[in-house]
């Protein structure tokens, strides 16, 4: 019986090495949402310049 306990022991010491932080999840959530946004911001802003940079080289044609 003691090697059973000591595997099961070992186990939660495990988990609790590798346990992963609810709030710390939360968090890369969040993260993740504000790239996302970063994102398509930057790109819209992309494309403006592009379409910008086009009307600019056809004026200039």
Do not use: T
Not at 31 to 47: H, M, S, V, W
């Amino acid at each position: 019986m003691g090697l059973k306990y000591n595997k099961i022991d070992n186990l939660g010491k495990l988990f609790e090495e590798f346990a992963i932080d609810p709030d710390q999840v939360e968090n890369q959530e969040r993260a993740n949402q504000a790239q996302k946004e970063a994102d398509y911001f930057l790109n819209k802003e992309q494309e403006q310049i592009a379409k910008q940079a086009l009307e600019a080289k056809k004026e200039n044609l």
